[in-house]
DNA sequence: ATATTTTTTTAGTCTAAACTAAATTTATAA
DNA sequence: TTATAAATTTAGTTTAGACTAAAAAAATAT
């Protein structure tokens, strides 16, 4: 498989996780930047190698075959960038762009032998499951900031929004992996809320508190 | 760069390092296992780049801006080659290929952190020397088993022929970096020689002789 | 129910990097 | 020194992956 292919698997796998019935062209162009047109010719090669299932005008699906081999390069993707936070001091907002480039390298001995160095962790520097050899998926319990109630004792344990801008934020705001949150209030007329961490007070948006999971 | 410029640049490199005139399109395309003619395509657009200097017909040589593209390329493949086998547990003959594919990822501070992880090894898994950020090749001295003088006390410092069945050869012969070698007889008729090594006397080829570095 | 808008596909172009076959230049040998 | 051989370049093709513009299909709105 080339690079692009591998990119567009993981791109409609990502896309899959919101929706259960076909991908449309236009979503996966817009996720991968580039233009519908080029986007045809691509499903319709993935499709000729069973990696997706297609229909024109209806969108693409992964097949299971296409579905392993995502999985297979987002398991990659995320020991990847645990390599590079926990052995070569990365910070959590700098990993993304390396990771997309080593996520390409063609190694199963590589992987298995960076697992396995890493001592197989379940999930990476943003708090994202990793698949394991087998393509499993540890079940991650986990609920967005923005639905917890008030005055329960809540743990931050991931990011739904892995954007630099956004993980600078939260460095800013001191929160980290493991932070401990309470909400203390919310504001009905726009979702932002009033939340206690690291003993300080602060108010977040809606849109933070969207892109927040919690356990 | 692209990933074929890279290697197009690398082998320049390596071929320059046993001439000091122009390297042949044939010797690019017979070390490249490629054709002449995708040669010439490409040394065009290396030189319209400034990396080469190539007039039509008579070569190529690396301009000082392509000397360092490749010294940094040839950087990233031993840094990798480090971390391969020091860290993931790989045999010496088994890191080629991969640290082929790792050279090509582009981002200087993971070589740099990558470098430091590793404590800024000087040399590779094979006794190459490793170029520093600077681009700097620590002088190793060493010379071929086969010009060394009967016995004296030597030690195996690198190999210079690092193909698969060459390492495999010493592996199961049990010599390794650092071993110690001693010169008992050579065989003026085809070069071969009697060396004593780990305790035992073994008949090395001319050809084995001469793809040992020896200090 | 038809017209309009949006989405998707098709057709054709472009670039990078390879190739083959033919032409040209350089090297070698009679 | 000319003829032949070898090396190199040029010209033209191919494939992958992108693109634009135009055509076609599906969705939506009057």
Same mark, same amino acid.
């Given at each position: 498989? /080339?690079?692009?292919?591998?990119?567009?698997?993981?791109?409609?796998?990502?896309?899959?996780?919101?929706?259960?019935?076909?991908?449309? /062209?236009?979503?996966?162009?817009?996720?991968?930047?580039?233009?519908? &047109?080029?986007?045809?010719?691509?499903?319709?090669?993935?499709?000729?190698?069973?990696?997706?299932?297609? $229909?024109?005008?209806?969108?693409?699906?992964?097949? +299971?075959?296409?579905? $392993?081999?995502?999985?297979?390069?987002?398991?990659?993707?995320?020991?990847?960038?645990? *390599?590079?936070?926990?052995?070569? =001091?990365?910070?959590?907002?700098?990993?993304?762009?390396?990771?997309?480039?080593?996520?390409?390298?063609? &190694?199963? $001995?590589?992987?298995?032998?960076?697992? #396995?160095?890493?001592? *197989?962790?379940?999930?990476?520097?943003?708090?994202?499951?990793?698949?394991? $050899? +087998? =393509?499993?998926?540890?079940?991650?319990?986990?609920?967005?900031?923005? +639905?917890?109630?008030?005055? /329960?004792?809540? /743990?931050?344990?991931?990011?739904?929004? &892995? &954007?630099?801008?956004?993980?600078?934020?939260?460095?800013?705001?001191?929160?980290?992996? =493991?932070?401990?949150? +309470?909400?203390?209030?919310?504001?009905?007329?726009?979702?932002?809320?009033?939340?206690?961490?690291?003993?300080?007070?602060?108010?977040?948006?809606?849109?933070?508190?969207?892109?927040? *999971?919690? #356990?």
């Amino acid at each position: 498989m /080339t690079n692009s292919e591998e990119n567009y698997l993981k791109i409609i796998y990502h896309l899959s996780l919101f929706s259960n019935s076909g991908i449309s /062209t236009n979503a996966i162009a817009n996720a991968m930047d580039s233009k519908p &047109s080029s986007v045809t010719d691509m499903i319709q090669k993935l499709a000729d190698k069973d990696l997706v299932l297609y $229909k024109k005008y209806q969108g693409v699906q992964l097949t +299971e075959k296409g579905r $392993k081999e995502a999985i297979y390069i987002v398991r990659k993707h995320r020991l990847w960038e645990v *390599f590079l936070v926990s052995k070569l =001091g990365f910070k959590w907002d700098e990993v993304h762009d390396i990771a997309e480039q080593l996520e390409h390298i063609n &190694s199963e $001995k590589l992987i298995d032998n960076l697992d #396995k160095f890493l001592e *197989f962790p379940v999930q990476d520097p943003h708090g994202d499951p990793i698949p394991n $050899k +087998e =393509g499993n998926l540890p079940k991650i319990k986990r609920q967005l900031l923005s +639905e917890a109630s008030l005055h /329960t004792k809540l /743990t931050f344990v991931g990011v739904n929004d &892995s &954007s630099t801008s956004f993980l600078q934020y939260l460095d800013k705001q001191n929160i980290s992996l =493991g932070s401990m949150i +309470e909400i203390l209030d919310k504001e009905e007329f726009d979702n932002s809320m009033k939340i206690l961490v690291n003993g300080q007070e602060i108010i977040i948006s809606n849109r933070v508190s969207n892109n927040i *999971f919690i #356990k």
